[in-house]
Each structure stands twice: as structure tokens, then as C-alpha cells.
């Protein structure tokens, strides 16, 4: 079945440690590419997108995220983390229709806590 | 510029109730979605409407779930009658173009 899988349930991490958190998807055409973050008490925020061009894209708060076609993926890292980056991560893909359907297909996100 | 709102934040109710979720996008974008996370699961898609007019519902679990959008600006959700595996939190977001933003969400409980 196609899908989003993201491998990490609950990531812990301590202040300033590096972050990666991976995210694998099934479908064979092209697609648009998110992550989402949603912080304690608050709504689904964009951090970042890839449509086309450069694979490494660069997004908020210092978070960046790169696209290997060939690996079906599109891991979110940052170099080193705040304890203000504690939230739930989550990875979305929107295959592309013909006919211009524009649903996201999420994966089953990733919990990030950091310890300060 | 206001985003994505969601009333009520919170809904309890009896199982064989009915609820209605309202969802008011952000001003000009003709796309809005309909999302609902259960719990420990992924956020699933539910449908999408592009104006007034349902593009794709073929996430809608069964019949007793109503999607409207009157006069392509606000949209209600009703559950009708809610079951216990209804609980969760139902997202909306609305779209320009590519990018969906999302609202805070409401989360319903079936009991």
C-alpha cells in the first residue's frame, strides 16, 4: 500500500545534540514533499516543503530537510537543538494526481523531547 | 491575516449523539480539508472541497459522517450518530494553491 513511515515514535535528545529524523514514502511519481511541527497546546505549523529544484531545502527555526529521490526519503535535521524544539514532528506527502486532488498523506509522527 | 479557526476546541458526547465541527478557512483560499487523527494513529485525510463543491471524499469513513461547505466559505462536519471510534481530533486546513494550513483542531470524545 502507498504510505508515509517515519521511523522514530519518540526521539529524546539533550540540549545542543544534532537531529535527524527520518521519513520514507512508497509513491513512484512525483510529489510534493512537507514537514509539519506541532508544539505543546498549539496547531500544525509548516517547518518546511520541496516541490522541485535544490534537494536540500532549508526551513524554520534552523530546521533543514533533504530529498533523495532514490531513496524514496525526506529526512528533517538540524544541527543542534533547543529544549523549545520539544513537539511532534510530522512528515506529509502529496502524491500528485492527475485531476489535481491535493490530499496529504502523513506519517505517523515522530515525538521529540529535549532535555535541557 | 487570521488563519485557520475550529469551534468548538473540545466536544464530549454520548455515543448515538449528534455533532456538528465548524471550520472557518483563511480569507481567499478556495481549498479546505478535512483531516482526523485518532489516537496513536496517523492523520488520515477525509475530504476535500474546492469552493462549494467536494473534489475528493473518499476518505470519509462511512455515511453517518456530512460535509458542507455553504457558499464555498465556512464548512461543518457532522457526525451523525456518533460512534465510539469517532473519538479523535478532526484538523482543517485550507489551501491557495500547494501549501495546506492547518487550524488548531478539535478534538471530540465519544463516550
Known amino acids: 500500500a502507498q504510505s508515509v513511515s517515519q521511523h522514530n515514535h519518540h526521539v529524546i535528545l539533550s540540549e545542543a545534540a544534532s537531529l535527524e529524523l527520518g521519513c520514507n514514502y512508497s509513491y513512484g511519481g512525483t510529489v510534493n514533499l512537507f514537514w509539519y511541527v506541532q508544539y505543546p497546546g498549539q496547531h500544525l505549523q509548516l517547518l518546511l516543503k520541496?516541490?522541485?529544484?535544490?534537494?536540500l531545502v532549508k526551513g524554520i527555526k534552523g530546521f533543514e530537510a533533504e530529498f533523495i529521490k532514490s531513496k524514496f526519503s525526506f529526512n528533517l535535521r538540524k544541527p543542534s537543538v533547543q529544549w523549545s524544539d520539544t513537539a511532534e514532528y510530522f512528515c506529509?506527502?502529496?502524491?500528485?494526481?492527475?485531476?489535481?486532488?491535493?490530499?496529504?498523506?502523513f506519517g505517523q509522527g515522530t515525538r521529540l523531547t529535549i532535555n535541557p | 491575516e487570521a488563519g485557520v479557526t475550529q469551534f468548538p476546541s473540545h466536544s464530549v458526547i454520548e455515543k448515538g449523539q449528534t455533532v456538528t465541527l465548524r471550520c472557518d478557512p483563511i480569507?481567499?483560499?478556495?481549498?479546505l480539508y478535512w483531516y482526523r487523527r485518532v489516537m496513536g494513529k496517523e492523520i488520515k485525510f477525509l475530504l476535500h472541497?474546492?469552493?462549494?463543491?467536494?473534489?475528493?471524499e473518499s476518505g470519509m469513513p462511512n455515511n453517518r459522517f456530512l460535509a458542507e461547505r455553504t457558499g464555498g466559505t465556512y464548512s461543518t462536519l457532522k457526525v451523525q450518530p456518533a460512534e465510539l471510534e469517532d473519538s479523535g481530533v478532526y484538523f482543517c486546513?485550507?489551501?491557495?494553491?500547494?501549501?495546506?494550513?492547518f487550524g488548531p483542531g478539535t478534538r471530540l470524545t465519544v463516550l
Open positions: 480569507s481567499g483560499h478556495d481549498n
Open positions: 506529509a506527502v502529496n502524491p500528485e494526481f492527475v485531476g489535481g486532488a491535493q490530499k496529504l498523506v
Open positions: 472541497f474546492v469552493k462549494e463543491s467536494k473534489q475528493d
Open positions: 520541496y516541490f522541485s529544484g535544490d534537494p
Open positions: 486546513a485550507s489551501s491557495q494553491r500547494d501549501t495546506q494550513y
